[in-house]
């Protein structure tokens, strides 16, 4: 328990220092753009814990949400059958690096086109950029499966749904934990830059609306806001991945020791 | 009864052409043990793959209970030799045993029953819970062959089971394989390159020839059938049967060179 303890001081610890930092450094700040930290510290309940969480904060949520667990849905599935067939793998593999490669915020552009400013438009820029480091972990996870479980399981006739768990998916889940983990970040980026575009509410409109109506501590706050976000998304993730990596984590650590 | 009729198996890849099987024909009675011994390299794996129907042989036939194998055949279990690669590291030991039991579609309540005697067989009656890696290498293995034993197979094959685990957990795991084809009557093919434990274990030793492979000879070891480590490895003819067999191997892999 307080080695559990030590780890959060330690965790916290940095943190804590660079905001104190910030508020004194800031404190007598006449500069506009640079307000003191306590002015929007101030602003900061007003501005987020009335209307505007429900009309901008949960909605941008609510797509990322969405988007997110669209992109992974569409990428373990691909992933599994790209992975598991070589053929296609060598089919599409160049096709994947080549749209992998393409910054998701450029087709914010053409995605308005197409799929108008709603929030359609939206959840299609997250998945655009949250499928492929999930598709092509996923890849890679399926095609390391290893040989003497793979024959295990057909000598013990492990076929079927039972197979694609218990064998394909559990072996990959490692990598595909790696893609979703880069999925989130890129996530929460594309989830604010869709919404400067063209867009009526959420975060990201808020933020610039904010910055062009010159409410400098409010732009602040909710670029605070955003941060505090990624913390709180970031620490969820990791307790999705301490149920689903357990074995992982524990037969990792064991080797070291060994 | 497991036969194996003109086995012939050719490795053809990227233009090398290896013959990791010459000729091979055998057959092993229902309810025996039978190791098979042979040099390093004489193709033992290969053949139990081709019985496994894991891989399809260039010609010749493997057949069991007179049906031929053409894939991997229903009650047929398998102990490999890389423990640590075999188990599944995310499912508990219980789970990894039943795993081939829920496939097999075994209800679930004779699932659980089967599972607790198989662990309680292998002396692993407290470790329904653990995972593979946290227990010693031994301790897999036993439960690799507990996996086996709870599929209930009509024929067991253990490639280099014991290959990896230290001298003393390879004596007992011996003992238990033994107690185990006493108790259940399994046909069983032991595939070792230990020419001791081939003779310690079987009642029948099949020498391979180095490659391509051939039967070199076939030894029926008449050693009681209670055996044990201290008793029957000082016996003055467990002592004869492994100079022949050594001999054997020897003489294979001077052929070859």
Redesign the interface.
């Known amino acids: 328990m307080t080695g559990h303890l030590r780890r959060i001081g330690v965790a916290v610890a940095l943190p804590v220092v660079l905001v104190v930092a910030w508020w004194f450094a800031s404190a007598g700040s006449t500069d506009f753009y640079f307000p003191p930290l306590a002015k929007i510290v101030e602003v900061f309940p007003d501005t987020w814990f009335g209307p505007r969480m429900v009309d901008d904060v949960l909605p941008s949520l609510g797509r990322l949400a969405i988007g997110y667990a669209a992109a992974l849905l569409l990428g373990v599935g691909l992933g599994v059958l790209v992975g598991s067939s070589r053929w296609l793998r060598a089919l599409v593999e160049p096709v994947l690096e080549f749209l992998r490669a393409v910054p998701p915020p450029v087709l914010v552009p053409i995605l308005v086109l197409v799929a108008g400013i709603g929030n359609g438009m939206k959840i299609l820029v997250i998945i655009s950029g949250c499928l492929w480091p999930v598709l092509l972990n996923t890849v890679e996870g399926v095609r390391a499966v290893d040989e003497v479980l793979a024959d295990t399981c057909r000598a013990y006739r492990i076929r079927g749904k039972l197979r694609w768990w218990h064998l394909v998916l559990r072996s990959a889940s490692p990598q595909i934990v790696t893609g979703a983990r880069q999925a989130l970040s890129i996530g929460i980026i594309l989830m604010v830059i869709s919404e400067m575009f063209a867009a009526s509410s959420g975060l990201g409109f808020t933020v610039i609306q904010f910055k062009d109506g010159f409410q400098i501590p409010q732009m602040w706050s909710g670029v605070i806001l955003l941060g505090l976000l990624g913390v709180l998304l970031s620490v969820l993730f990791r307790l999705a991945e301490h149920r689903v990596l357990g074995w992982y984590h524990g037969s990792r650590a064991l080797e070291k020791e060994r | 009864m497991l036969a194996v009729d003109k086995l012939h198996k050719i490795y053809d890849t990227r233009g090398r052409r290896v013959e990791a099987i010459g000729e091979l024909s055998f057959a092993v009675e229902e309810g025996s043990f039978v190791c098979v011994v042979g040099p390093s390299g004489c193709g033992k794996t290969t053949l139990l793959?081709c019985i496994?129907?894991?891989l399809p042989p260039t010609s010749g036939a493997v057949e069991i209970d007179g049906q031929r194998v053409t894939?991997?055949p229903?009650g047929?279990?398998?102990v490999?030799q890389?423990y640590g690669?075999?188990l599944?590291?995310?499912?508990r030991v219980r789970d990894n045993v039943d795993?081939?039991l829920?496939?097999?579609g075994v209800g679930r309540a004779r699932r659980a029953a089967r599972v607790d005697e198989a662990l309680g067989a292998v002396g692993l009656d407290d470790a329904h819970l653990a995972?593979p890696?946290?227990l010693s290498g031994g301790m897999q293995q036993r439960v690799a062959i507990a996996?086996a034993i709870a599929?209930e197979p009509r024929v067991l094959l253990m490639d280099e089971p014991f290959a990896a685990v230290d001298a003393q957990t390879r004596a007992d795991l011996e003992d238990l394989i033994r107690e185990l084809h006493q108790r259940f009557a399994t046909t069983m093919l032991f595939v070792t390159h230990d020419i001791d434990e081939a003779v310690y274990l079987g009642q029948r030793v099949i020498m391979l020839s180095a490659s391509p492979t051939r039967v070199a000879e076939d030894l029926d070891v008449d050693l009681p059938a209670e055996r044990d480590q201290l008793t029957t490895r000082g016996d003055p003819r467990f002592t004869e049967l492994r100079g022949q067999v050594y001999a054997q191997i020897q003489k294979a892999k001077q052929e070859r060179t």
């Open positions: 793959r496994a129907g894991l894939g991997p229903e047929l279990a398998i490999f890389e690669r075999s599944f590291p995310w499912l795993l081939p829920r496939a097999a995972y890696w946290q996996r599929y």
